[in-house]
Nanobody, 128 residues
């Protein structure tokens, strides 16, 4: 049953690119197929492990952000569009990574193992 559900949902990230330090980008995570529930954003920089960025409940609240991005990034969702966005302001070179979204399945929202249906990701590069 789980495999059948997973096959019905695909996540696609967009909005990445090259930006100077201090600039902004807005990432989108759009789901095709079934309506998604709670969603998380993670990122992985070259040579580093995947790390939690933000999570949002299907209702829009609560939302959680990693300490490293708190006050600079904001996660939001548009259920009518079946999408989740990540507004990134005051970008720093250390924010450079591939950003991916995934569907939350339960447990700690900070742990990537509790997500499935990962998109291919979108690359964000912040130049100094």
């Amino acid at each position: 049953l789980l495999q059948g559900v997973q096959a019905q949902v695909q996540l696609v990230e967009s909005g990445g690119g090259l930006v100077q330090a201090g600039g902004s980008l807005r990432l989108s995570c759009t789901a095709s197929g079934r309506a998604v529930r709670s969603v998380g954003w993670f990122r992985q920089a070259p040579g580093k492990e995947r790390e939690f960025v933000a999570h949002i409940h299907w209702s829009g609240s609560p939302a959680y952000h990693a300490n490293s991005v708190k006050g600079r990034f904001a996660i939001s969702r548009d259920n009518a569009e079946n999408s989740v966005s990540l507004q990134m302001n005051s970008l720093k070179p250390e924010d450079t990574a591939v950003y991916s979204c995934a569907i939350y399945s339960g447990g700690s929202v900070y742990d990537a193992i509790n997500y499935w249906g990962w998109g291919k990701g979108t690359l964000v590069t912040v130049s100094s």
